[in-house]
């Protein structure tokens, strides 16, 4: 993977067929990486497989490499890498690791309700 695909910002597409709860809301994600590790790049690619699923064209993606700019983890305390944050729609949420087990990220992102 190149660091253009990875480094910096990625929208959703237009609208799909396959939406989340609530039509309407904007997705705001962080993802916090450490440079182009293979975890890191897993979970990228994870995030940008669930996004395109679950709701297309209404996501936007902030890809922060801390390699590079290690004062941001503060914001957002992180303590592990990767880890997405979702800023929007609130309350804030946070998943560690690279997004592998997607039931597990659904329920994190309040996508899909916890299993009984």
């Not at 995030?47 to 395109?52: A, G, V």
Request: charge should be positive; include cysteine.
């Amino acid at each position: 993977m190149s660091n253009e695909s990875m480094n910096g910002m990625a929208s959703g597409a237009p609208p799909g067929e396959n939406a989340a709860a609530n039509p309407t809301d904007k997705w705001e994600l962080r993802l916090y990486t450490a440079g182009q590790t293979p975890k890191s790049v897993l979970a990228f690619n994870n995030l940008k497989r669930i996004c395109e699923q679950y709701m297309p064209g209404r996501y936007h993606i902030e890809v922060v490499d801390l390699m590079q700019n290690p004062r941001l983890a503060k914001e957002d305390q992180i303590v592990a890498i990767p880890t997405l944050v979702r800023k929007l729609p609130e309350p804030l949420r946070k998943i560690i690791g690279d997004l592998s087990d997607t039931e597990r990220t659904l329920v994190g992102l309040q996508l899909r309700p916890r299993g009984p």
